[in-house]
């Protein structure tokens, strides 16, 4: 009746299922509350690296995360809790992982070519 709603609706589970959703870890003892703002972080921290990978590796990120596009996009048509991503972050991590290999990587070789200008002139 409300086809409107219900792209809504599962637009907020995909958005539950990438990020968190209001309240998460509530039901959780103190300590784990104490500790979900970190894992926030972290998660962040991870997200940010998945996209710059696309900066690093080009177009073939794409094939890298269409699984877990592909498994977020089906979760979400029935049910999705963050939980149900825990899945789909070991992925996440060694794309995140392979993009900061690739950024210390890009370092160093600005550092070194830096260098050997420096040697060339001086």
Do not use: D
């Amino acid at each position: 009746n409300q086809p409107g709603f219900v792209i809504q609706m599962y637009c907020l589970k995909l958005k539950n299922f990438w990020w968190f959703r209001k309240g998460a870890g509530n039901e959780q003892n103190e300590t784990i509350q104490k500790l979900t703002p970190v894992y926030e972080a972290f998660y962040f921290l991870m997200l940010v690296l998945v996209i710059l990978s696309f900066y690093f590796v080009g177009k073939k990120a794409i094939v890298l995360l269409s699984v877990p596009i592909a498994i977020s996009l089906l979760q979400s048509a029935f049910y999705v809790e963050t939980r149900h991503r825990i899945i789909i972050e070991p992925q996440l991590m060694f794309i995140a992982i392979l993009t900061f290999i690739l950024i210390i990587n890009k370092q160093s070789a600005q550092r070194a070519i830096k260098s050997a200008q420096r040697a060339t002139i001086g």
